[in-house]
């Protein structure tokens, strides 16, 4: 994971188009590399944790859920949905059946649009997100917040932000909320 200049496939993937050396990492963007990196390995598998121990829940399960409660009418296209949660919609599909059979999400063709299917948040899944939720955001702000200062929060957004958009320009943060027919 670490870059060092001599690997031989090297500069086949990290060349710039008109260069024939790669765009060597310094330093100092190698360290905060090997750090976002590490992040993106340790923090969903603590607050998968942290989820399954006091709510019985997976991360991924809480975000769908998640999603849902702070969407219009608690409803949102699957579509929507898998953008939000960075999944496909195979895997969303699945993942959404198993919330269903406990009762948590429900599944119904768009009044709007019937080409689309929207899931919507039961009254049983808003309960699972109002239990789940004071855990969660307390291991967020205990993982997140509480290490670094107030004035580096809107840093850190518009930090991921960007990165968001450099890694999928096609796509948005956050990802569409759709209002639903009344």
Do not use: C
């Not at 709510?55 to 399960?61: D, K, N």
């Not at 579509?79 to 939000?84: G, H, R, T, V």
């Amino acid at each position: 994971m670490i870059y060092v200049k001599g690997m031989p496939w090297a500069g086949r993937l990290y060349a710039v188009e008109g260069q024939t050396e790669p765009r060597w990492l310094s330093p100092d963007e190698r360290d905060a590399w090997l750090a976002l990196s590490w992040l993106m390995i340790k923090l969903p598998g603590a607050f998968d944790a942290q989820l399954q121990r006091d709510s019985g829940i997976s991360f991924f399960e809480y975000l769908v859920l998640g999603g849902l409660s702070m969407s219009p009418d608690r409803r949102m296209r699957m579509s929507d949905l898998a953008q939000f949660t960075n999944a496909s919609l195979s895997r969303l599909s699945n993942v959404v059946k198993r919330l269903e059979e406990r009762g948590w999400i429900s599944r119904e063709p768009s009044a709007e649009n019937g080409r689309f299917v929207e899931a919507t948040l039961t009254e049983a899944g808003w309960a699972v997100v109002v239990q789940a939720a004071p855990g969660h955001v307390e291991a967020v702000r205990r993982a997140v917040f509480d290490a670094i200062r107030p004035e580096q929060v809107a840093e850190l957004r518009d930090i991921g932000r960007q990165i968001a958009e450099q890694v999928d320009p096609q796509r948005s943060w956050p990802p569409p909320v759709r209002e639903t027919a009344q």
